[in-house]
């Protein structure tokens, strides 16, 4: 154990974890798992105008479900609690005092109407307003009032904010893991909030603090966070804690199927293909969006598409498990660019977990999916199934479509493949092919296999015609796996039985 390497994933429940979220915890795992490390779960619920109800609980389900298991979080507890920000409240008054006394923050007592005034002013001037070192001289804070008055409005109990107050023309250095060197003239920040008169501080101090407070080595979140980390960086500065200021990772975007863009629930929507790890139902709206879990996907699969939206093992391997992932995993191999989602591969990582998984492991998922479709199948049978359906799905839910004709005699038979396939010399010649598997011993693939090729070369036969129209009689259609193997499955009886069945109704 790495007592010194501990990341956290800090999601505010505003609603379902996208699946950009699910990586920067997928992150934060790997790097701390390969190091030894502690990976932390804190819910950052300081903006209570923004909570959604059940959002912490779905972000705690679906670390569950990709097997993310937080060491040390609301659920787990541990030495540095609570890991919920709104338990934590009474803490970051004093943090925000330090800075008051220190002159690295100031009080604000402009009101949202005269801010408002003064944005109009701007507008119409053409130029854009930020409260900066530019303006504040000229606005209501403890910058340009006396002490006294200062004090008497606060005692008052007048509304204010506090506000980190940067030094104009500051050029602050900055270091990403990912991004390399950051230059940013202090000149281009607002003098952001820190903390507000109902007690509650913002994002940007309760991060910081909090980040401090729970000893957090590196942060790994979002490209959306980098404009916020020269005030980052220059709080940890202001608190005198440089020394202990963890490493910084800003993740790439994750971008639409286009590549134009950031990818949203909208694209989900029109693409058909879910951006939520687990099913979402909005509180308010009552809508519901999909989840990979409900559309059929394994967890494995999921971060193992994931982990290669950004980071780039260097070789050509695409198909990780999670052990495989936490030794390869390396935040000096994400990406500076964003990287296009794309759904068909997607469903490709989904269909090779599903080969990757033994097939005695399928079983009981084959055994449900067939039970809810009122068959039941000893294990030995399953067992001969599952290595023929299984390369043919993507998700288990295929697997009905994929096996049915294992269990029932078609009732149908497919129009189009009648036109094309079945001749009229066809009814005979599936007549001698029923009569030569009369004779098959023993009822194998292999066996199967060798009688009807031998068939159809001493008969001069062609090959193509015969499996067609074979396989319309099995199944129905033109589809489905090898006919030896299902021939096999299904026994002697239950294929003379279907060929005579189908020879009757396709000539009637
Ligand atoms: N609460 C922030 C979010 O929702 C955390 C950003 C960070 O990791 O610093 O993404």
């Known amino acids: 154990m790495n007592q010194n390497i501990r990341v956290r994933f800090a999601p505010s429940p505003t609603g379902p974890l996208h699946i950009g979220g699910l990586r920067t915890a997928l992150f934060n795992y790997l790097f701390a798992k390969k190091s030894g490390g502690t990976f932390i779960l804190r819910i950052e619920d300081t903006d209570q105008t923004r909570f959604v109800k059940g959002a912490e609980d779905y972000i705690i389900k679906s670390l569950e479900w990709s097997g993310l298991i937080p060491d040390e979080g609301p659920r787990q507890g541990g030495g540095f609690g609570p890991y919920r920000q709104s338990e934590r409240k009474s803490q970051y008054k004093k943090y925000a005092m330090q800075l008051l006394e220190s002159g690295d923050a100031y009080y604000a007592f402009d009101t949202p109407g005269e801010l408002d005034q003064i944005r109009k002013e701007h507008d119409s001037r053409g130029e854009t307003f930020v409260y900066d070192a530019r303006i504040r001289e000229s606005l209501k804070n403890s910058l340009t009032m006396e002490p006294q008055a200062v004090e008497e409005l606060i005692a008052a109990g007048t509304p204010y904010v506090i506000r980190f107050r940067f030094e104009p023309n500051r050029e602050i250095e900055m270091h990403d893991m990912v991004r390399g060197e950051v230059v940013v003239n202090s000149s281009t920040l607002d003098d952001k909030i820190l903390f507000k008169s109902d007690g509650m501080p913002t994002y940007h101090l309760a991060n910081v603090v909090d980040d401090n407070l729970m000893a957090i080595s590196h942060v790994i979140r979002g490209e959306e966070w980098l404009p916020s980390l020269p005030l980052h960086i220059s709080l940890y500065r202001a608190f005198g804690w440089e020394h202990l200021m ?17 990818l949203s629930k909208r694209d989900g ?3 058909g293909f879910p951006v939520f790890p687990l099913e979402w139902k909005d509180p308010a709206s009552g809508e519901i969006s999909p989840g990979y879990r409900e559309e059929g996907y394994l967890p494995e699969a999921c971060n193992n598409l994931l982990a290669l939206l950004g980071w780039n093992p260097g070789t ?3 198909l990780f498990s999670m052990d495989e992932l936490i030794s390869e995993f390396q935040l000096e191999k994400v990406g500076r660019s964003g990287s296009r989602f794309d759904p068909e591969k997607s469903k490709w990582f989904n269909h090779q977990h599903i080969q990757l998984m033994e097939d005695e492991k399928l079983l009981p998922a084959f055994h449900t999916i067939l039970k809810a479709n009122g068959v039941s199948v000893e294990n030995s049978r399953l067992a001969m199934l599952v290595p023929i359906i299984k390369p043919r799905i993507n998700f288990f839910h295929q697997v009905w479509e994929e096996s049915w004709f294992f269990f029932k005699a078609p009732e149908t038979y497919d129009t189009g493949v009648i036109k094309k396939r079945w001749k009229e010399d066809t009814p005979d010649k599936m007549q001698q092919l029923a009569e030569a598997l009369e004779q098959c011993e023993p009822f194998t693939p292999e066996s199967v296999e060798k009688l009807v090729k031998d068939t159809i070369a001493s008969k001069e036969w062609g090959m193509g015609a015969i499996m067609n129209a074979w396989r319309l009689l099995l199944v129905g259609a033109a589809k489905g796996p090898g006919l030896f193997d299902l021939a096999a499955f299904l026994g002697r009886d239950e294929v003379i039985g279907r060929m005579k069945k189908g020879i009757g109704e396709i000539t009637r």
């Open 269 to 271: 929507e029109k693409g």
């Open 316 to 318: 050509e391997q695409e």
């Open 246 to 262: 963890p490493g910084f990772a800003h993740l790439p975007l994750i971008l639409k199927p286009t590549g134009k863009g950031k």
